[in-house]
């Protein structure tokens, strides 16, 4: 039996195959999230940067986990901006909606 190049068995370069996946789950790639990361302090205000840390981005939701407090419901009240802010790190649409997790009392 002969293959045609392109069927399932092939090898499939490993960045490609992590795209894929990647797009499949609804997680943008590792550019958007490092940069999100990298540049927090502009994304949630340098106000609310220590109280808080990226969670996880999905199908265009970043998951915030905040500090018990007035971090979440600071949070939870600039919604818009920090969307805003999240398109300008990560680009348009990587970040269409925050959900706010507050992180359990230690």
């Known amino acids: 039996m002969t293959r045609r190049a392109g069927d399932a ?7 490609d195959a992590v795209a894929r996946l990647q797009a499949e789950l609804g997680v943008p790639g590792t550019d958007a999230i490092d940069a999100l990361t990298d540049r ?3 994304v949630v205000g340098a106000r609310l940067a220590p109280h808080t840390r990226l969670g996880s981005v999905r199908d265009g939701v970043m998951t915030v986990i905040a500090d018990p407090g007035p971090a979440a419901s ?3 009240r600039s919604q818009a901006e920090v969307v805003h802010a999240a398109a300008v790190v990560a680009g ?7 959900r706010v997790r507050v ?3 230690s």
Request: charged letters at 25%; zero cysteines.
């Open 9 to 15: 068995d092939d090898p499939v370069p490993l960045g």
């Open 40 to 42: 927090w302090a502009e």
């Open 74 to 76: 600071m949070l939870e």
């Open 92 to 98: 348009a649409g990587v970040v269409r909606a925050v």
């Open 103 to 105: 992180r359990p009392a």
